[in-house]
């Protein structure tokens, strides 16, 4: 069965910093890997997901992912954190094969500092 | 990318009573819906998958009498909390499965229901 985990229940960071969310993942076969962002009382937004290819990936609001099957994590990064950043945030993962659905890890609460 | 709309954003509702919510898909068709609850502070846990024309599938633990889930439509799944609880308040959240492999999901605005 497939799993996510978020080691961190928080980080914090100062604005301006970079930031880095951690995630790694269990899945058989090859994954697919998610990231989403919560803001309170809303529904969950998509950032950016890996499915084949560039390990490195590209998302919104200058977020982006490495992929790093060795490890099997998906860090969530991004250069120069913002204030607007601060949100909980999702890993999610599920298995490449046939109709699976996503597993979710607990969420990360980020919180940048002025 | 794909629009998911769901409602009501927020419901107060009395004890022993139901309350449905609606989930549509605007601009694409989803032949796949999944229903969410999210506990404060927790994750999200799937309940069902709801497929378009057919019973929904439930995962363990959640009652299905209790949580009625319809997908009548293309657009369109409705959950149904039946003769509601307070232990049944909660966030309830939908997604929309994109792709003949369901590679992406897009998530409406969440429920937030409220017994008393």
Not at chain 1, 51 to 70: H, M, Q
Not at chain 2, 47 to 70: H, R
Request: glycine share 8%; hydrophobic share 35%; with cysteine.
């Amino acid at each position: 069965a497939q799993s996510v985990a978020q080691p961190e229940d928080q980080v914090n960071v100062a604005e301006g910093n970079p930031l880095t969310v951690k995630c790694t993942y269990s899945v058989s076969g090859n994954p697919y890997l998610f990231w989403y962002v919560q803001y309170p009382n809303r529904g969950l937004q998509f950032l950016l997901k890996y499915i084949t290819g560039d390990n490195l990936v590209k998302g919104s609001y200058g977020f982006e992912a490495e992929f790093n099957k060795s490890q099997t994590s998906f860090h969530l990064k991004k250069p120069s954190a913002l204030v607007s950043d601060s949100a909980l945030y999702f890993c999610a993962v599920r298995g490449n094969t046939g109709f699976q659905k996503l597993v979710f890890g607990t969420g990360t609460r980020l919180l940048v500092s002025p | 990318g794909a629009v998911v709309s769901q409602h009501p954003s927020w419901v107060i509702c009395k004890s022993g009573t139901s309350v449905k919510i609606e989930c549509r898909s605007l601009d694409f068709q989803a032949t796949t819906m999944f229903w969410y609850r999210q506990f404060p502070k927790q994750s999200l846990m799937l309940m069902a998958t709801s497929n378009e024309g057919s019973k929904a599938t439930y995962e363990q633990g959640v009652e299905k009498d209790k949580f009625l889930i319809n997908h009548a439509s293309l657009t369109l799944s409705t959950l149904t909390v039946t003769s509601a609880h307070p232990e049944d308040s909660s966030f309830y959240i939908c997604s929309a499965g994109v792709g003949r492999l369901n590679t992406e999901a897009f998530f409406g605005q969440g429920t937030r229901l409220t017994v008393v």
